[in-house]
């Protein structure tokens, strides 16, 4: 049996910038971070001062997209753990290329680090804005990049192999535009509880459903959400809000969250399934949500990011698969979305912004 590495085993072939660090000289690039860097080198920095104080826990806080922030203590060696299984299920080898860029505030950012030493990559920093590929003319054989990083960087994105997306869902409309790229795309489904994913869909191929990583077990509760049983992360299974169909291969189909459910009229909506087919006929940001009505019990009601076409519920009421009761009833706009520091938009936080 192999026996893994500890967070200690920095990959003898790992180069941050170009430059190798061995595990007693993390503190000098970590310092020089935190005092001399800038705002994205400043939060890396304060992750590796975490990850060489002697302790084997680390604190992670939650992106907040979904409920409240919060903090949560997990062991060092679970995170060297999801590493190992990253790079197995995606084929990452010694010595490939790899980019962060990604905030590594928050626990997707700061795995890519734990990868890069764990596994022995070539990772470049650069910052999480804009294009995150017009840094220079490299190629990468692995990057994660949240989806309007992608869509920024989607002409450079040919000189990347393997692309994990996730942080925020990604739209039916760059999903197709995805199918024309040779980089092999995957969707991810995961949190900071699983320390990022521990599923991925290939946008590349035809299913909906996403398959489950090695070693990972799961089922569903009786409300017909996602229990996550990941034995090399924690020893308590993970309880979600999400909705899913699992298949008998251990693959599920991801349909929304059940605190997002609509009733109306009797019959129960959910929010993402209607934007998941809103999405492949628009371009502009958007929400679905719900407001208290007489009739209804509660009025599904679409809600535009900025400026919309006069004519957009007449567009909406061309869609063939949408159904009488998935069919906004109004449309209304916002200036700005409320959204986390990944972009994700907050749905509750965002809609009561409205003040209908």
């Not at 626990?107 to 596994?119: E, F, N, P, Q, S």
């Not at 790229?181 to 590349?204: D, F, P, S, V, W």
């Not at 251990?250 to 129960?268: E, H, P, Q």
Request: negative net charge; aromatic residues 8%.
């Amino acid at each position: 049996m192999s026996i893994k590495p500890s967070f200690r085993n920095i990959h003898n072939r790992f180069l941050l910038n170009g430059t190798h660090y061995r595990f007693q000289d993390l503190f000098e690039i970590a310092y020089s971070f935190i005092k001399e860097g800038k705002e994205h080198e400043r939060a890396i920095g304060d992750f590796l001062m975490d990850w060489i104080r002697p302790n084997d826990t680390i604190t992670l806080k939650t992106s907040g997209s979904t409920a409240s922030p919060k903090s949560i203590v997990y062991n060092k060696q679970s995170m060297v753990n999801s590493a190992l299984a990253t790079g197995n299920h995606f084929g990452v080898s010694i010595g490939d290329r790899a980019l962060h860029c990604l905030n590594a505030d928050f626990i997707a950012g700061k795995m890519m680090l734990v990868r890069a030493m764990i596994l022995g990559l070539e990772i470049d920093l650069v910052p999480p804005q804009g294009n995150v590929l017009m840094h220079s003319d490299k190629t990468y054989d692995f990057v994660a990049m949240v989806p309007l990083q992608v869509d920024n960087a989607f002409e450079d994105l040919d000189r990347v192999k393997t692309l994990l997306i996730g942080g925020a869902p990604t739209s039916m409309q760059l999903k197709e535009r995805l199918k024309e790229k040779q980089t092999q795309c995957y969707e991810t489904y995961g949190m900071t509880e699983t320390l990022t994913h521990i599923a991925a869909r290939k946008i590349n191929g035809n299913s909906e459903y996403f398959s489950s990583l090695p070693n990972v077990s799961i089922s569903q509760d009786k409300r017909n959400c996602l229990v996550i049983d990941v034995p090399y992360l924690s020893e308590e299974k993970i309880v979600t809000n999400d909705l899913v169909d699992i298949e008998g291969d251990g693959s599920f189909l991801l349909k929304g969250r059940v605190d997002n459910m609509i009733n109306t009229g009797g019959v129960k909506v959910l929010p993402e399934e209607v934007e998941a087919k809103i999405s492949a006929h628009m371009d502009l940001p958007f929400i679905v949500g719900a407001i208290k009505d007489t009739a209804l019990g509660q009025k599904i009601i679409l809600v535009v990011e900025g400026d919309f076409p006069v004519n957009l519920l007449e567009d909406l009421d061309n869609i063939e698969q949408m159904t009488k009761y998935e069919l906004p009833k109004e449309v209304h706009s916002l200036k700005t979305f409320v959204r986390t520091a990944n972009g994700k938009i907050k749905r509750k936080e965002t809609l009561a912004l409205l003040d209908l």
